[in-house]
């Protein structure tokens, strides 16, 4: 891995460490206000996406940030980085423990690198996925430093599928597999990523919520399924706080058929 490479991975664990340190402390302790989408925010999402822009600005001059929580109109700068800088604030606020840090650099609005780290849980997903980028970058899925990679398994009631809340209609149809329900959107994903889950589904995520977990499910051998239009690349000057990306992941790409009729009665 070159410098540049190894100097994202090293800004991407060392923020996220000292960021979730701080938010661990206020774990469970601290009230939520809603926001105009219904959605959850806490002074802690707030202190925490002020934490990584300025780290961002410090250490990559003239790269662009496009946040959940202040900064939501895409730049088109060549490079930027999109950061949630806690995906999972109900979790958190009530003190469940799955709650993250997403950040992912996009290279011309599409991800190429993408890290995700629970605190409470004390993992850390990262991985690289240059796509058609032409970029040459490493490769690979990892969890604390050690490669994953989606699961070969077929589908039978011992395995699990993640909803969220505005999938349940799934149910409905005799689902084949074990139902589980994170609360995280981009940890939902990953747990596809590391052969946990065969697949899972958000209604209404947004692209902070995902992009992240968009390269490292990739990366994991994953198939990344836009049920509506596609995330990336992202368009220069769009605001995108009120664009939801429904999704559907699954751990290969044969699964897709398989999967996407049980998933037809959620409303996107």
């Known amino acids: 891995m070159n410098d540049f490479w190894t100097t994202i991975l090293d800004f991407a664990e060392t923020t996220t460490t000292r960021v979730g340190a701080r938010l661990m402390q206020d774990f469970g302790q601290v009230q939520a206000l809603q926001k105009a989408d219904g959605s959850l925010v806490t002074q802690a999402d707030k202190w925490a996406d002020q934490e990584i822009r300025d780290a961002i600005a410090s250490t990559f001059s003239g790269y662009g940030i496009l946040t959940e929580e202040s900064e939501r109109t895409f730049p088109g700068t060549e490079w930027c980085w999109v950061i949630d ?129 968009w390269v490292i499910v990739q990366a994991a051998g994953g198939s990344w399924v836009s049920l509506d239009s596609e995330p990336f690349p992202l368009s220069n000057g769009e605001d995108y706080s009120d664009r939801s990306f429904p999704t559907l992941v699954v751990s290969r790409s044969d699964l897709v058929t398989f999967f996407t009729p049980l998933i037809k009665d959620v409303k996107i």
């Open 85 to 213: 800088p806690l995906d999972g604030t109900t979790n958190f606020t009530r003190g469940i423990p799955i709650w993250s840090i997403s950040l992912a650099l996009l290279y011309r609005g599409t991800p190429i690198f993408g890290y995700v780290y629970a605190p409470p849980l004390n993992q850390a997903f990262h991985g690289f996925w240059p796509g058609t980028s032409g970029l040459s970058t490493p490769s690979g899925a990892f969890l604390n430093h050690h490669p994953i990679h989606t699961s070969s398994d077929a589908p039978s009631s011992n395995h699990f599928f993640n909803l969220c809340s505005r999938s349940l209609a799934v149910v409905q149809n005799g689902f084949p597999c074990k139902i589980r329900m994170l609360g995280v959107a981009s940890y939902n994903f990953l747990t596809v990523a590391a052969g946990a889950t065969l697949g899972g589904i958000e209604a209404t995520p947004k692209v902070w919520d995902i992009a992240g977990a």
